[in-house]
C-alpha cells in the first residue's frame, strides 16, 4: 500500500515561515494584501478562491474579492486589473484563469503588473521560472509539486520525471522546476503517443492532464511518486487526474485529493503575497 503525500503537514511547515515574514511587516506598518479576480461561478474557482482567502486571513494578510458575472464586460475587467495595478495598498493579485468567453485572458495576462503576479501568469514570472533567476513568482501550483516533494525527501536529482499536462499554469512549469533540481524530466500532452508506456517509465509523476482518471493503472509502476495536480468533480465529489484507487497497491507515494497539491498550493500563494509586500519595501 502506497504512502498518502498529505499536503497538511506541508502547508504548515510554509505556514510558519510565512507567519514569522507577515509579522515582521506588520510590525513595521505594512498590511500584506491579496485581490481575488474572479468572474462567474465556476465550482474549481469558488473552492481555490475560498481556500486561499482562508489561509491568507489566517496569517494575517487581507484580502479582496473582486468578482464580476460570467458575462461582464471585457472593458469592466481590465478597468479593475488596471486599478489594482496602481493601487499600492495591494501588493498581490491572483486572477482565476481561464476565464469565461468571451473575457480574453491573454488581455488580463498581459495587463497585470508583473510586480504583483503572485500566481505567476505573466511573461516576466514565467521567463524567472525558465531561467532560474528568481525574479517574479512561479505559479503556484507548479511550486506546490516541489514543496511537497522537498517536505518528504523525495530527491529530484538523477531521477526520471514525467509531467503529464503543458498549460503554462501547471505542466510547462512545473518541467522547469523539476529541470532546476537535476531530474531528466519528459512532458506528456494529448499527442503523446504511447502515454502509459512513458508514463510507466517515470520515478516521478506528476498529473496535470484536468481530467478524471486520465492517469489509471496503465500509467503506473512500483516505486513511483504521484503527484495529482488534479481538480475535478465528479457525481458531486472532488477528485484527481489519477485514478486513486488503481494507484493506491501499486506506487510508492501518491497525494490524495482532496487533501493533497491543493492545500500547499494555498500556503504558497500566502508566502508569494507576504514577499511581494516585503520586496514593495526594497523598492
Do not use: W
Not at 168 to 196: F, I, Q, S
Not at 258 to 279: D, I
Request: aromatic share 2%; with cysteine; net charge neutral.
Amino acid at each position: 500500500m502506497s504512502i498518502e503525500l498529505k499536503g497538511a503537514p506541508v502547508a504548515a511547515a510554509i505556514n510558519e515561515r510565512t507567519g514569522t515574514a507577515l509579522g515582521g511587516l506588520l510590525e513595521k506598518g505594512v498590511q500584506p494584501t491579496l485581490a481575488i479576480v474572479r468572474a462567474g461561478e465556476r465550482a474549481d474557482d469558488l473552492a481555490y478562491e475560498n481556500s486561499a482567502a482562508r489561509r491568507c486571513e489566517k496569517l494575517g494578510a487581507a484580502v479582496r474579492r473582486v468578482t464580476l458575472p460570467e458575462d461582464a464586460a471585457q472593458a469592466r475587467l481590465m478597468e479593475n486589473i488596471y486599478a489594482l495595478n496602481a493601487d499600492a495598498a495591494v501588493h498581490g493579485v491572483l486572477v482565476l484563469l481561464p476565464l469565461p468567453k468571451p473575457l480574453d485572458g491573454e488581455a488580463v495576462r498581459l495587463a497585470l503588473s508583473p510586480d504583483k503576479d503572485v500566481d505567476g501568469i505573466t511573461d516576466c514570472s514565467l521567463a524567472g521560472v525558465f531561467s532560474g533567476s528568481g525574479r517574479g513568482f512561479a505559479p503556484c501550483t507548479a511550486q506546490a509539486c516541489i514543496e511537497i516533494l522537498d517536505y518528504y525527501g523525495v530527491g529530484c536529482a538523477g531521477k526520471r520525471a514525467v509531467v503529464i499536462g503543458r498549460s503554462l499554469v501547471v505542466g510547462k512549469p512545473a518541467a522547469l522546476l523539476l529541470l532546476a533540481r537535476n531530474a531528466t524530466v519528459t512532458v506528456c500532452h494529448t499527442k503523446t503517443a504511447d502515454l502509459p508506456s512513458v508514463a510507466r517509465g517515470a520515478e516521478i509523476l506528476i498529473a496535470a492532464a484536468g481530467k478524471p482518471g486520465a492517469v489509471g493503472a496503465d500509467c503506473l509502476s512500483a516505486q513511483q511518486v504521484v503527484i495529482d495536480v488534479g481538480v475535478n468533480f465528479a457525481g458531486g465529489k472532488m477528485c484527481g487526474d489519477v485514478d486513486f484507487a488503481a494507484a493506491a497497491p501499486v506506487v510508492s507515494a501518491i497525494t490524495p485529493v482532496p487533501g493533497g497539491v491543493g492545500a500547499v498550493t494555498s500556503a504558497v500563494l500566502a508566502a508569494h503575497v507576504v514577499e511581494a509586500a516585503a520586496r514593495s519595501l526594497r523598492g
